[in-house]
């Protein structure tokens, strides 16, 4: 158990920011294009110049130097910059170095940033290849010889055992699925825009590792999505109702590794997002009661039930049933099975149209968003508020 106390980030920071580009399977320009339009969107969303910014966070995987991406913005001089590392589980971290900079006194104006093309570069889904040799690439020797080479098929090792050990059939994932993709069939920005699916289409689609199916898995984009972040004072002058960052945390788990975490001594469940929803709980002072609009990385279908029974939501091994009824609302973008896979950073955004009520499938009264990272890997997570 994380010895932590309550921490005094929460409530000195907000969002007041965000941009993306279109969300597409082949962009056709760079990466660092991609970065500075959804930068330079933010701003213009935020109601402040490229000169207002002093602080830039990004992801240790990001081909984008904060540097080069501020000097094509037109940004300035730069107080704070930050890399935070993990892949997916950096989303909320980044918000969350933001906030800590702010709150500091060390940037007034952070912009945080995620660009790729996912699916016409670089394709995660498509596994380790040419892997330099390193003190953390290790644990995947113990993996990789005997065949799980891909993402899908590390996140298959803990699904199956899930199954096990709740009584499960692989059909309980496709109540996420189902789900994602409602909302997604009413987001025009979301790539499965008009096409919800059913359970049967889920379970009719083909198998990538058992028990996961092609609709468990997330796609893969070509986009760009910006955040950014201020303090609560200085929000308030600005053109849109800050979503108040209320928490923020970064989470990693005993005999924590990136997806292999095979020799834990619970495979049915995150731990590393345990230690996040504590914090979350414990900082914000409210609990899974509160939460008006959850917006899970559901980059694989059975992290998101996982993820649910983490945070209390429900009983372990209850939160099929849970979503099936739909007790939460849930991924109102479309998540990454829907929208598109920004590692989280357009799921970020989502809550922060939560909070303003501008979501195209917006939830009335939303006054509190959950948000968190990548799973499997050392991860992150937030609570964003109404301003009072």
């Known amino acids: 158990?994380?010895?932590?106390?309550?921490?005094?980030?929460?409530?000195?920071?907000?969002?007041?920011?965000?941009?993306?580009?279109?969300?597409?399977?082949?962009?056709?320009?760079?990466?660092?294009?991609?970065?500075?339009e959804a930068v330079r969107t933010a701003l213009d969303d935020a109601g402040l110049a490229p000169a207002d910014v002093d602080g830039m966070v990004t992801f240790t995987m990001d081909t984008n130097p904060e540097i080069t991406v501020a000097q094509a913005v037109g940004i300035g001089e730069l107080s704070f910059f930050s890399r935070v590392h993990y892949g997916g589980g950096a989303a909320c971290a980044t918000v969350q170095q933001a906030?800590?900079?702010?709150?500091?006194?060390?940037?007034?104006?952070?912009?945080c940033y995620r660009a790729f093309n996912e699916r016409s570069g670089r394709r995660f889904g498509s596994g380790v290849q040419r892997r330099e040799p390193s003190a953390e690439g290790a644990a995947l020797g113990w993996a990789l010889p005997f065949g799980l080479l891909t993402p899908a098929s590390w996140v298959a090792?803990?699904?199956?055992?899930?199954?096990?050990?709740?009584?499960?059939?692989?059909?309980?994932?496709?109540?996420?699925?189902?789900?994602?993709?409602?909302?997604?069939?009413t987001n025009p920005a979301a790539?499965?825009?008009?096409?919800?699916?059913?359970?049967?289409?889920?379970?009719?689609?083909?198998w990538i590792v058992e028990p996961l199916r092609l609709l468990d898995c997330c796609q893969e984009t070509d986009g760009g999505q910006a955040i950014v972040v201020t303090s609560v004072e200085r929000a308030r002058d600005l053109p849109h109702p800050p979503a108040v960052i209320t928490a923020a945390a970064q989470g990693a788990g005993r005999a924590q590794e990136q997806m292999t975490s095979f020799y834990r001594d619970d495979l049915g469940g995150l731990p590393e997002m345990s230690v996040v929803a504590r914090q979350l709980w414990r900082t914000s002072g409210l609990g899974p009661a509160d939460i008006d609009v959850g917006i899970l990385y559901d980059h694989f279908t059975p992290?998101?039930?996982?993820?649910l029974e983490e945070f209390g939501f429900c009983g372990p091994g209850e939160a099929a049933g849970f979503v099936a009824e739909e007790r939460l609302p849930l991924n109102t973008h479309g998540g990454q099975l829907g929208e598109a896979y920004l590692h989280g950073m357009n799921g970020v955004a989502e809550a922060v149209r939560q909070i303003r009520g501008t979501s195209v499938n917006q939830l009335p009264g939303a006054a509190h968003t959950l948000v968190t990272a990548g799973t499997g890997v050392p991860t992150s997570g937030l609570i964003l508020g109404s301003d009072g």
């Open 99 to 111: 906030a800590l900079a702010v709150a500091t006194g060390v940037a007034e104006v952070v912009v």
């Open 157 to 185: 090792m803990a699904a199956q055992r899930y199954l096990h050990t709740y009584g499960l059939t692989p059909d309980a994932f496709g109540q996420v699925a189902v789900v994602d993709r409602k909302y997604a069939a």
């Open 303 to 307: 992290f998101v039930l996982m993820q």
């Open 191 to 206: 790539y499965f825009h008009g096409k919800p699916i059913t359970l049967a289409d889920h379970a009719a689609s083909r």
């Open 1 to 36: 158990m994380s010895l932590r106390m309550r921490d005094g980030l929460g409530g000195r920071a907000a969002v007041v920011g965000i941009g993306a580009t279109e969300f597409s399977k082949d962009s056709g320009r760079s990466e660092l294009k991609l970065a500075v």
